[in-house]
């Protein structure tokens, strides 16, 4: 096999024309995967059943099945049925990038609202207790004491979740959009060199990784300073 | 020596605290039997016995984070029920001190002091700035304001404790073995603190056996075992003249040890 | 006089065509008999299609023998390397680098792109001379598949085009059915066969002329020969001229489609 390194540097910088699309990808579909994720949340912990058991159910499907499947669903399922083409949402759902931002948050939010029961159950029961001893409503408890420590305790999972968010938003080049996924595959099929140019777009997806990690780290080591000892 | 709150004097004196055939269960076993306690304001009284006695389960249910299945429980005039309205106002005016300190560990000292009174008072920042320096000074770590609970010794951090509880200006005191987890020579950092709230006349339960402690400020020491109250009586009678052959048997062990 | 004329000139056509007969020139034609509906075998187990109608109308004309071969596609070129067949009629596109092993007659069949839209939609993309207009494409958003030739064709000719690229054919038609897109291009044969013979593309068309541009699309289907055939080859181009001009070649396409699917003029490429 002849490889061509020249391709390599020469594809990059088209690849990157997708990066700005990439990132609007992850950007939003995070920020409203997160929105949702708190209000599964506390759907899930209201321990009311009417709540609960919708946000199970939820939850099981969206984890349970690949996201591929998600995405296909969602641009081509929908707009099959007339109701959506008709509806108030058929101006987001026409659009590729609409669906895709739809099909990550969905995605995404059941991932992150896990992660956030997990921190939530991981918070000791005694600070709990202390915050209802000195008469926090339960409001004020799951704000001020419950939410901050969990968030702490969430925040490796998290990051590991929006790594894994930032690798999906390639398959939103599968439904026609242009990032830099759909950039690289149109390169390939142009030139026929999967190699160089897959290759290319490793790179920069492990660059994206690698500065998502550092950006985490530090935030982590922040968010920390109260558990470094003075020794 | 402290003076001590007499039953005949104050006998007019509505009682703060009033429990009347308590029971509670843990699934089939039963935690509480038949318990009934009344505590005058100003009174102080320590409650000992084995574990699994079912001695903190009785102070957990005076402030309700633990919920009892009959009888009744009425703090400062107000009956706890699954109905009533306003716990979390119950709460505010029952100060409780953990076996584990449960300082928020996320939030240096001076905002673990500021935080209830700020939500719950509605006091203002300075107020509730002032209020929790004066009682740092008071447990006398005013100097570790601004550090994390973890940078604490588990003297100070029950010592912190305490003046959180402290700053929201309870009526009652609830005390878990607040010197259980401490290393020993911790302990009579924060048992100076207490002697010295039982001194000003705060009202006090306290799980506990330090019997030193219990000789030099109770009014009354409770005896629990297996769910039950099996003695109670003022500490002069109940140390030197026990009458129940368990009560015999667990004092020659802690005393004893 | 006139019964004696008709006498003299059916001796002549004997005389002509006996010898003919006599050497009866077979000419072994290799397809995969299984691309309906350019190869295939019908109901009644007969071998049917555009590429079966084209290779009799040739032999007819050039007056030989046919005996077709069923080949599988991948080893279509090495078994007429190989002498198994003397030509592939099979719906084989002709380009350069299977120009290197093997030779082409004209061209049978035309490689082309046409856009299909709504019926009725009245977005007059195309002028009379079959070039398209160029402003009316603003805000029309075309689907197309990823690198295909009708992608590099709106690259080169329409560049200001808002182009969404797919995967594969199937995922153009959902799209346009489901209205993300306003037009498709592609082969018009597939666009027939697949999507407008279909209920879901009841509501559409073809929008456009068939667009032709060997640059982009290629010379197109030819019958395929071993090289050194000088001789054979231009018989077939001549058998192919005759097939044009005579309405043939439009009246197999009939039989499939309801367009032609062939050069209309005469042209030959080379």
């Known amino acids: 096999m002849s490889f061509d390194f020249a391709l390599i540097v020469d594809s990059i910088p088209k690849i990157l024309t997708g990066i700005g699309l990439t990132f609007q990808l992850l950007f939003l579909s995070a920020v409203l995967g997160l929105a949702l994720a708190i209000i599964l949340l506390l759907m899930r912990i209201s321990g009311r059943w009417y709540l609960v058991a919708p946000t199970m159910v939820y939850i099981y499907i969206f984890r349970g099945t690949p996201i591929l499947v998600q995405i296909f669903i969602i641009y081509y399922g929908l707009p099959q049925l007339e109701f959506v083409r008709d509806s108030i949402f058929w101006p987001i759902l026409r659009e590729a990038f609409g669906c895709a931002i739809v099909a990550l948050t969905l995605n995404t939010g059941a991932y992150v609202s896990e992660i956030l029961r997990g921190g939530v159950l991981g918070v000791d029961r005694g600070l709990k207790e202390a915050g209802a001893a000195l008469g926090l409503s339960a409001r004020h408890r799951f704000i001020y004491v419950t939410a901050p420590i969990a968030i702490r305790l969430c925040l490796p999972a998290y990051s590991n979740d929006v790594i894994s968010l930032m690798k999906s938003t390639a398959l939103a080049s599968t439904i026609t959009l242009l990032d830099m996924m759909g950039i690289a595959r149109t390169i390939v099929a142009e030139t026929y060199a999967p190699y160089e140019i897959f290759i290319s777009v490793m790179v920069v997806y492990l660059i994206l990784t690698w500065i998502i990690q550092r950006g985490f780290g530090w935030m982590e080591k922040r968010m920390s300073r109260h558990v470094r000892s003075e020794a | 020596m402290i003076p001590k709150v007499l039953d005949m004097s104050d006998s007019d004196q509505t009682n703060i605290i009033q429990l009347e055939h308590v029971d509670k269960f843990f699934g089939a076993f039963q935690a509480l039997k038949n318990i009934s306690l009344s505590v005058k304001k100003g009174e102080r009284i320590v409650v000992c016995g084995p574990s699994g006695s079912g001695k903190s389960t009785l102070i957990r249910c005076i402030n309700r984070l633990e919920e009892h299945d009959n009888g009744k429980i009425v703090v400062n005039g107000h009956e706890l029920t699954s109905a009533v309205k306003d716990i979390d106002a119950v709460r505010s005016e029952v100060g409780m001190v953990f076996q584990s300190f449960n300082l928020f560990p996320h939030l240096t000292i001076i905002k673990n002091l500021m935080l209830a009174p700020r939500l719950v008072r509605k006091a203002s920042k300075s107020e509730a700035y002032d209020t929790a320096m004066r009682y740092l000074e008071r447990v006398k770590i005013p100097e570790q304001a601004d550090k994390y609970p973890s940078q604490l010794s588990g003297g100070q951090q029950q010592r912190v404790a305490i003046a959180r509880a402290l700053c929201m200006n309870p009526l009652i005191m609830l005390f878990d073995e607040p010197t259980s987890a401490l290393d020993p020579e911790m302990i009579s950092e924060v048992l100076d603190v207490m002697i010295d709230l039982a001194r000003e006349g705060m009202t006090m339960i306290v799980v506990s056996h330090e019997m030193g402690f219990a000789r030099k400020v109770a009014d009354l020491v409770v005896f629990m075992d297996q769910g039950e109250i099996v003695e109670s009586n003022p500490p002069e009678e109940f140390f030197d003249n026990p009458r129940n052959e368990r009560t015999k048997l667990f004092l020659s062990q802690i005393l004893s040890h | ?270």
């Not at chain 3, 005389?15 to 509906?37: D, N």
């Not at chain 3, 073809?206 to 541009?213: A, I, K, L, R």
Request: aromatic share 10%; hydrophobic share 45%; charged share 25%.
């Open chain 3, 1 to 270: 006089m006139k019964k004696a004329f008709t006498l003299l000139a059916a001796f002549a056509v004997l005389a002509l065509g006996v010898p003919q007969t006599a050497s009866a020139e077979t000419l072994r034609v290799g397809m995969e008999c299984t691309y309906a509906p350019f190869n295939f075998k019908n109901a009644n187990g007969e071998l049917d299609g555009y590429d079966v109608d084209v290779a009799k109308g040739v032999a007819e004309i050039i007056g030989a023998d046919l005996e077709f071969v069923c080949q599988q596609w991948d080893g279509m070129i090495p078994a007429l390397l190989a002498n198994k067949f003397d030509l592939v009629v099979a719906s084989m596109s002709i380009t350069d680098s299977r120009l290197k092993k093997m030779d082409f007659s004209q061209p049978y069949r035309i490689s082309v792109g046409r856009l299909v839209g709504k019926k009725n939609a009245g977005l007059n993309l195309f002028d009379d001379a079959g070039k398209p207009i160029a402003a009316n494409f603003a805000g029309v958003k075309v689907g197309l598949e990823r690198a295909s030739t009708y992608a590099s064709w709106f690259e080169a000719v329409l560049p200001d085009a808002e182009v969404a690229l797919y995967d594969d054919n199937e995922s153009l038609y959902l799209d346009l059915v489901n209205g993300r897109t306003d037009i498709i291009m592609t082969n018009p044969m597939k666009a027939y066969l697949r999507f407008l013979s279909k209920d879901d593309g009841a509501g559409f068309e073809f929008v456009s002329p068939q667009v032709d541009e060997r640059k982009f699309f290629g010379i197109g289907v030819g019958i395929g020969l071993r090289q050194g055939n000088d001789a054979l080859k231009g018989r077939l181009n001549g058998a192919l001229k005759t097939l044009t001009e005579d309405g043939s070649l439009e009246k197999y396409a009939l039989k499939y489609f309801p367009f032609a699917i062939h050069n209309e003029k005469w042209i030959p490429v080379q």
